[in-house]
C-alpha cells in the first residue's frame, strides 16, 4: 500500500528524532577521550569500524526498539550489521513483513569528527520495502543531522520528503531551540571562483582522479581560480552543496579503483549517499558518474560514483564535458 502523506511526514519526524538521540549521544560520549574513540575495532566488509562507530550503534537499536512503530515494521540496514542476519522492528519480524527499509550512517565524517577537526553527520533514508531491488531511487524521506566538533554550539538538521521541499533546522546546542532557516544552493553558472572538487581522501587513485579534474578545469577554461575543500564526509559534501558554499563535487573513486585495478572499501556506499534526496529536494542536482539516477541496492557493501550540481546549470554546462574527460 502507497503511504499517505501524513506516515511520510510522520516518518521524517521519526528519523529526526533518532538522529537527535545520536547527535546527544555523541556529544556525550567526548567526555572518554578522542584518542579512546579514535582506536580501530574491526574492518569490515564495508568499512573501518573505530571505538567511536560502536558507541552509537548501540544507541541506534535501542533507539528503533523503543520508537518504531509497531504497525509498520522496518528493516535496518546499517554499517557495523553485516553478518548478523536481517535486522528488523520489531524484532523478529520476516522481511517480507516489513513496509520499509531504512538505510542508515550513524556517523559519517568519523575520521574528522574524532579527532575534533570537523562535523560529521548522521544520515538516513527509507524506501518502500522492495526486498533487494529496494534501491536509492526509491528513497521517499531522508533526514541529515550535524555531528559538532566540541566547540560547536550549534547543529544544522535537514530533512525532506520527496516532492515536499527541504525543512531545516538549526539547533542551539546549550538551550535546545531550534530556529528554522531556508538553504539556498549557489546560483553561479560557472566555478571560477568557488568551490568545486574531484574526491579523494586517500592515496589510492588520487593521481588519476587529479589529472582528470585538472583536465576538467582545462577543457571548461576555469583558470586557476577554482578552490577544492576536502571535506571527508558524503554528508558533509551534499551539506555544502545544499548551503550554497560549494557549486560541484564528484566523487569518482570506485571508476579510479575499477580502471587501476585496485581493491579497496574505502569508496562512498549507499548509507553515504543515502540523503542525496535532500539536495535534490533543495533545487540540486545529484546523478551517477553517466548523468543517470542514483540506483545502487540499499546495502553497506556497493560501490557508489556520484556527482552533484548546484543546479541545472551547472549540471547542463558541466556534466557532458565531466564524462568526456572520465573517458580518456
Known sequence: MKPSARELEATRR??????????????????????????VQTV???DTIYALDVAIEKTVLAWFARHWPVDRPVELVMEGLEGRGPVT????T???STHWKCIIDPIDGTRGLMYDKRSGWCLAGLAPQRGQKTNLADIVVAAMTELPTSK??????LSAVRGKGVTAERVDLRTGRRQTFRPQPSRATTVGHGFASFAKFFPDGKSWLSAREEQLWAE???????????????????????????????DLRPLANERLGIRTSRVCHPYDIATALIAQEAGCVVTDAEGASLRAPLDTTSPVSWVAYANRALARKIGPVLRQ???L
Open 14 to 39: 521519526l528519523l529526526c528524532g533518532l538522529q537527535d538521540a545520536v547527535r546527544d549521544r555523541v556529544i556525550a560520549v567526548r567526555r572518554l577521550g578522542m584518542p579512546r574513540l579514535a582506536r
Open 89 to 92: 522492528f520489531p524484532r523478529g
Open 152 to 157: 560547536g554550539g550549534f547543529a544544522d538538521q
Open 220 to 250: 571548461l577554461a576555469a583558470g586557476s581560480d577554482v578552490f577544492d575543500d576536502q571535506y571527508m564526509s558524503t554528508g558533509g559534501q551534499l551539506y555544502e552543496i545544499i548551503a550554497g558554499h560549494d557549486r560541484f563535487i564528484a
Open 94 to 96: 520476516p522481511v517480507t
Open 44 to 46: 569490515t566488509v564495508a
Open 325 to 327: 574527460v572520465m573517458a
